[in-house]
T-cell receptor, first 108, second 115 residues
Framework: GQNIDQPTEMTATEGAIVQINCTYQ??????LFWYQQHAGEAPTFLSY??LDGLEEKGRFSSFLSRSKGYSYLLLKELQMKDSASYLC?????????WGAGTKLIIKP | DARVTQTPRHKVTEMGQEVTMRCQPI?????VFWYRQTMMQGLELLAY????????DSGMPKDRFSAEMPDATLATLKIQPSEPRDSAVYFC?????????????FGPGTRLLVL
């Protein structure tokens, strides 16, 4: 079957660092996406990993280990505007399989 | 700037009524996706098209839902008859298909409430 797991909710402090994990079991793998979704808005693209390793984009980094079926999104220097849901999605057999998302709450 | 547009943004209707949602993909994109999002189920893929041809609609209740792409600039999703359990946010997304790194760009969504 196809399965993607993420924590339901996480809380972090403004200015800190947070790591959101995603594990997956899919019949195929052609890349992993992270999307950000603010409450009441549409998901927006954050990152794409297809090879093992870390991809850095400003305050956000995404890591992939294909052998472990594991990815994480690292957010540094957290800002209040980073309060949102973060969705992990795996491209498998020409479809994106979506996780349920992790709601990130940032406290001052 | 290029973006996916959806109409209407909000829709309140009564059970049994027909609902039509429209989507204009980003110009030049050849793949269109319809998703439904609820608190309980998260994002569910309902259907998707590539070069206007339906590739997968297995996620869509066939008895009441239909999706079409009459031309490259318009995709529609219809519900007839609508039921309260259809209340959700319906997102359209478009992308440049053909490669694995197919980033999907989402529209603002249609918030549907069926009473």
């Amino acid at each position: 079957g196809q399965n993607i797991d993420q924590p339901t909710e996480m809380t972090a402090t403004e200015g800190a660092i947070v790591q959101i994990n995603c594990t997956y079991q899919t019949s195929g793998f052609n890349g992993l996406f992270w999307y950000q979704q603010h409450a009441g808005e549409a998901p927006t693209f954050l990152s794409y990993n297809v090879l093992d390793g870390l991809e850095e984009k400003g305050r956000f980094s995404s890591f992939l280990s294909r052998s472990k079926g594991y990815s994480y999104l690292l957010l540094k220097e957290l800002q209040m505007k980073d309060s949102a849901s973060y969705l992990c999605a795996v491209y498998s057999n020409y479809q994106l399989i979506w996780g349920a998302g992790t709601k990130l709450i940032i406290k001052p | 700037d290029a973006r996916v547009t959806q109409t209407p943004r909000h829709k309140v209707t009564e059970m049994g009524q027909e609902v039509t949602m429209r989507c204009q993909p980003i110009l030049g994109h050849n793949t269109v996706f319809w998703y439904r999002q609820t608190m309980m189920q998260g994002l569910e893929l309902l259907a998707y098209f590539r070069n206007r041809a339906p590739l997968d609609d297995s996620g869509m209740p066939k008895d009441r839902f239909s999706a079409e792409m009459p031309d490259a600039t318009l995709a529609t999703l219809k519900i007839q008859p609508s039921e309260p359990r259809d209340s959700a946010v319906y997102f359209c997304a478009s992308g440049l298909g053909g490669g694995y790194q197919e980033t999907q760009y989402f529209g603002p969504g249609t918030r549907l409430l069926v009473l």
